[in-house]
């Protein structure tokens, strides 16, 4: 069974870089018919979508970066210069090839302050 | 400022039928079949219920049910039942590198 798992720091300081993995267990990164990503929900709002590894969202494409690493079957987020609007609880994600999310992560709450 | 436009909320009593709407435009919703519908209860992660406008993943009920006219996505639930009061959110591909546009979202009140 598909799980994903999201770890990081709950707490970043502004100005400087979030840093976010998520581990996947059950099924291969590697596999070509699914690509891996984010989304984030601010406390209380709707959900956002960040990327995954090949497209990201284009109001935060200069700050994202999101990356594999297949030997560990993982992915990660890196989301620099943060402010307060980028609290949020960060869900990692499996994505279809048609979009559709079908696979969640549990999230993680990331709050920016110093 | 979503992309896509849902009401913020709907409700229903038990044993109704509810639609909840997703408006998007010629770009998104109107040009592709990539329609999904989520749902979210309180401090837990979004569920797929409906993917490519109208299927059900397996294990979500039929009474969800999807559709399309044009721009418009539509998820209706039928029967309604206490455990359907949950958050929904729609989705569609937008065709350029943004990808993926999320609706508002709505929160569905069982009566």
């Known amino acids: 069974q598909l799980q994903l798992q999201e770890s990081g720091p709950g707490l970043v300081k502004p100005s400087k870089t979030l840093s976010l993995t998520c581990l996947v267990s059950?099924?291969?990164?590697?596999?070509?018919?699914?690509?891996w990503g984010w989304v984030r929900q601010p406390p209380g709002k709707g959900l956002e979508w960040i990327g995954t590894?090949?497209y990201y969202n284009l109001s935060l494409k200069s700050r994202v970066t999101i990356y594999l690493d297949s030997s560990k079957n993982q992915f990660f987020l890196d989301l620099s210069s943060v402010t307060a609007a980028d609290t949020a609880i960060y869900y990692c994600m499996r994505q279809g090839m048609t979009t559709a999310i079908d696979h969640w992560g549990q999230g993680i709450l990331v709050t920016v302050s110093s | 400022q979503s992309a896509l436009s849902q009401p913020p909320s709907a409700s229903g009593s038990p044993g109704q039928s509810v639609t909840i709407s997703c408006t998007g435009s010629s770009s998104d919703i109107g040009g592709y079949n990539y329609v999904s519908w989520y749902q979210q209860y309180p401090g837990k992660a979004p569920k797929l219920i409906i993917y490519?406008?109208?299927k059900r993943p397996s294990g979500v009920p039929d009474r969800f049910s999807g559709s399309k006219s044009g721009n418009t996505a539509s998820l209706t639930v039928s029967g309604l039942q206490a455990e359907d009061e949950a958050d929904y959110y729609c989705?569609?591909?937008?065709?350029?590198?943004?990808?993926?546009?999320f609706g508002g979202g709505t929160k569905l009140t069982v009566l």
């Open positions: 059950g099924d291969s990164i590697r596999s070509g018919s699914f690509s």
């Open positions: 989705t569609s591909y937008t065709g350029n590198s943004n990808l993926v546009a």
């Open positions: 490519e406008v109208t």
């Open positions: 590894v090949s």
